[in-house]
């Protein structure tokens, strides 16, 4: 394989990360000045986000070609342990199980995973792959420090900091199935960088506004 999938995925990362300021969640996470009515919130968020991702990706995977499914089977799977560290999140949260099941998500928030679901019907599989990885670098990065505040600000166990240590690790058999399934898109002449671009903008813009929703007042 050539390094010419590593540096498509390099170019959109860095194309494609959001303004460090357009982000004011999380940092009022690492001070300890979130309420915790807002880290219900993004508990209860994630329980919508996390099973329609996993849906997603597993209808990517069944349109891709071999090397993109890899990807999105991979993805679905992690959506799948995800859920499961969610719930200790959630009940640090103290969210209790008639909260949960009464809780109506906020449009705001949900954008992403709806449009998730678009390119699930409509895009590229593998143009959907580069624009994901884009997006995840800085979905990560978010996770990290929400980790961190969760731990130092608010005195959250490491069972319930499990979902965003999950996503803030690294993950470099899936990075090496990213440059697979685009290097395959790019032999194949079925990657097109331009869409994969609109795809990623489009991402971002949806991410800020979950974070921006929940740092609305209820």
Do not use: K
């Amino acid at each position: 394989m050539t390094d010419t999938a590593a540096e498509l995925l390099r170019t959109a990362t860095r194309a494609l990360a959001p303004d460090p300021a357009a982000n004011r969640f999380v940092p009022l996470v690492e001070r300890g000045a979130a309420p915790r009515e807002a880290l219900a919130r993004l508990a209860l968020e994630q329980r919508w986000v996390i099973p329609a991702d996993r849906r997603a990706f597993q209808h990517l995977a069944e349109r891709a070609d071999p090397a993109a499914a890899a990807y999105f089977t991979t993805l679905a799977t992690g959506e799948e342990l995800a859920a499961a560290h969610l719930t200790a999140f959630t009940r640090a949260c103290g969210v209790t199980q008639e909260r949960a099941r009464a809780y109506v998500p906020l449009p705001g928030c949900q954008a992403y995973p709806a449009y998730v679901s678009w390119l699930a019907l409509n895009a590229s599989p593998t143009d959907t792959v580069l624009a994901l990885t884009a997006n995840f670098s800085a979905w990560g990065g978010y996770c990290a420090r929400i980790a961190e505040g969760l731990r130092t600000r608010y005195g959250f166990t490491d069972d319930a900091c499990a979902f965003f240590d999950f996503f803030a690790a690294p993950a470099p058999d899936l990075d090496g199935q990213a440059r697979a399934a685009v290097q395959a898109g790019l032999d194949q002449g079925a990657l097109s960088t331009a869409d994969a671009h609109t795809y990623g903008t489009l991402l971002q813009t949806y991410e800020s506004m979950f974070w921006e929703s929940l740092g609305r007042p209820a």
